[in-house]
């Protein structure tokens, strides 16, 4: 069982910055992808990252160029750092972790408000 804690979300101002961070614990043997969803208030659940064990990263199209994702094994934390936000960026975030690409475990989501 894999429980996934996340921090650093709040308001920013649009053109502003935000990290979040998503601490792991329990058993690490089924946390191979960490990564990060929203859900902005009327809409589907969207992928924003992900990255496996090895580094390997991918990104959903709306944050390529402004969001990076990262991760330190050592600590089974993951990490996203938001530049150049716009209200459209405006969702909660959740946290995730599995074998694959397909979520394992969720965290409880931080909200991330965008907005001048």
């Known amino acids: 069982q894999v429980q996934l804690v996340e921090s650093g979300g709040g308001l920013v101002q649009p053109g502003g910055s935000l990290r979040l961070s998503c601490a792991a614990s329990?058993?690490?043997?089924?946390?191979?992808?960490m990564g990060w969803y929203r859900q902005a208030p009327g809409k589907e659940r969207e992928l924003v990252a992900y990255?496996?064990?090895?580094?390997?990263?991918t990104y959903g199209d709306s944050v390529k160029g402004r969001f990076t994702i990262s991760r330190d094994n050592a600590k089974n934390t993951v990490y996203l750092q938001m530049n150049s936000l716009k209200p459209d960026d405006t969702a909660v975030y959740y946290c995730?972790?599995?074998?694959?690409?397909?979520?394992?475990?969720w965290g409880q989501g931080t909200q991330v408000t965008v907005s001048s």
């Open positions: 329990g058993s690490s043997f089924g946390i191979n992808v």
């Open positions: 990255i496996f064990r090895h580094g390997t990263t």
């Open positions: 995730y972790a599995g074998l694959t690409i397909t979520p394992g475990s």
